[in-house]
């Protein structure tokens, strides 16, 4: 970039205009166009710190404007929901029944700052006279624990993460706990660790009052809810379905006089009684399914049935996830958004039979994981097939009995583990076959090498099965 003036450096008169040759020279010294450079870039660097830093403290100015502001319009919401009648402290879709006028959120302007207010009223168990789970030791279980109501409003800016400003206040009723003549259903959400699952949504319906009652709340930070005052009904009507973004959805069920066995039945509400319920989600999950045949080529085209182990009824059984799928032009499916569960590939139709999978069946899907498996088919009845061993491990240097599931196993079969990497061999002893589906043998593991070992069972005709990484050795 070219400049053209004059500028003063420490009393220096420099003329910024180069003769030819490309020297800046005036009557006291003689400046390289380079050395001009040098200066502007630290003139630059001065000017850019000089901003940044009025820049963060404007930011940091505005922000404390914003709390304060925040502070004042919290301070100014709970002081309203106080002055309340005790009744109507209830938010439109909170957890307190019957639901109330209050918004759970709503956009407000303040000294020109746009701004989020999110009111959260529910009841609190005040432990000091026991707990609805009764579960405080020497305190009797508080069967009227709607002791009073916690109100909670958080001012953030709105459209932005984090918080500016959260208050909470207590309220309590102008008179005692007493009876009612409703009940208190208390429900608590956690994943497949036992741990909590705060913010998870309950729908709670039930169609044969009169109104009709649909309610939505929220779970804790401790992953429970109460919601007291309910109309009692001990027929099973009131049906929960429980989500959270991410995880997997839980429901009840109705028992209808077609299937009255239902494993999660509809739940009652106990006249001046509380009924305790945990239910369990967790994050969902990707299963991938690869099929090949017994030469490891992909079977496309095939239409198969995935089902989970969670049953909605049972006697007849009827299963939460029984689905419908057909692999590829690669032999390949992949489901998503599965909760955690055993799964079973069943419904293969003919010419073929499910010869081994890996992992092996029923396909153990953890919460939050993606897993592969591959499923080896074959055309052959009288091929011999893997379902299961028991166990699937052993310590080095140690002996150990297992136990092999499946079909067409012929008497005098063997039965060996081989180490995929080394190629070296364990043959089982003391072999028993049972009605063609068990096969119990000994295996000694001295000097066996750590790691999987690969499982195969042969006929005397030559027909085998090979369970891939179907059992481990352990130091």
């Keep these: 970039m ?27 010294r003689a400046f390289t166009l380079i050395e001009i450079v040098i200066d502007f870039g630290i003139f630059a660097a001065i000017s850019l710190a000089i901003v940044t830093g009025y820049y963060a403290s404007y930011k940091s100015i505005d922000l404390a404007r914003s709390k304060m502001v925040a502070v004042a319009l919290a301070n100014e919401k709970i002081e309203k929901l106080r002055n309340m009648p005790y009744d109507d402290l209830a938010t439109a879709h909170g957890s307190i029944y019957p639901v109330g006028q209050i918004l759970d959120s709503e956009n407000v302007e303040s000294s020109g700052i746009k701004l989020t207010v999110t009111t959260k009223i529910e009841y609190h168990d005040d432990p000091y006279d026991g707990n609805a789970e009764g579960t405080i030791a020497g305190k009797p279980r508080d069967v009227y624990p709607y002791d009073y109501k916690r109100v909670q409003v958080t001012v953030s800016h709105t459209g932005r993460n984090g918080r500016l400003a959260e208050m909470t206040t207590d309220v309590a009723a102008r008179a005692a706990e007493t009876p009612s003549d409703t009940g208190i259903l208390y429900i608590c959400v956690k994943d497949k660790a036992s741990q909590p699952v705060p913010d998870a949504t309950i729908t709670i319906e039930n169609s044969t009052l009169t109104p009709a009652l649909s309610l939505v709340v929220q779970s804790g930070d401790d992953g429970c ?9 001990e027929h099973n009507n009131y049906r929960l379905v429980i989500t959270k973004d991410g995880y997997s959805t839980f429901q009840t069920y109705p028992r209808t006089a077609q299937n009255p066995n239902a494993y999660s039945p509809d739940v009652n509400v106990i006249l001046q009684q509380v009924e305790s319920h945990t239910y369990i989600i967790d994050r969902v999950s990707t299963l991938k399914l690869a099929f090949v045949d017994q030469n490891n080529n992909p079977v496309s085209n095939l239409s198969f049935t995935l089902e989970g182990s969670e049953k909605k009824y049972f006697n007849p059984d009827t299963f939460e996830y029984s689905t419908t799928f057909t692999t590829d032009s690669e032999g390949k499916v992949t489901v998503e958004n599965l909760r955690f569960d055993q799964y079973k590939i069943v419904n293969i139709p003919s010419p073929y039979y499910l010869v081994t999978a890996t992992p092996m069946q029923p396909i153990d899907l953890l919460p939050d994981s993606v897993l592969e498996a591959k499923i080896v088919l074959g055309t052959d009845s009288a091929q011999p097939t893997i379902y299961s061993i028991t166990p699937q491990s052993g310590i080095q240097n140690m002996s150990v009995s297992i136990t092999v599931e499946g079909t067409n196993f012929n008497n005098g079969a063997t039965i060996k583990l081989i180490n995929p990497t080394t190629g070296a061999e ?4 003391n072999v028993e076959i049972h009605s063609h589906s068990t096969i119990i043998t000994d295996l000694s593991l001295a000097g066996a090498d750590p790691g999987s070992w690969n499982v195969v069972v042969t006929n005397p005709d030559g027909k085998s099965v090979t369970q891939i990484n179907g059992f481990a050795v352990s130091q």
Excluded at 225 to 233: A, E, F, Q
């Design 426 to 429: 364990i043959v089982g002893t």
């Design 2 to 28: 070219r400049v053209v003036g004059a500028i003063n450096l420490g009393g220096v008169i420099l003329n910024t205009n180069p003769p030819a040759g490309g020297q800046i020279r005036d009557t006291t």
């Design 225 to 233: 809810v109460m919601i007291p005052k309910l109309p009692p009904d």
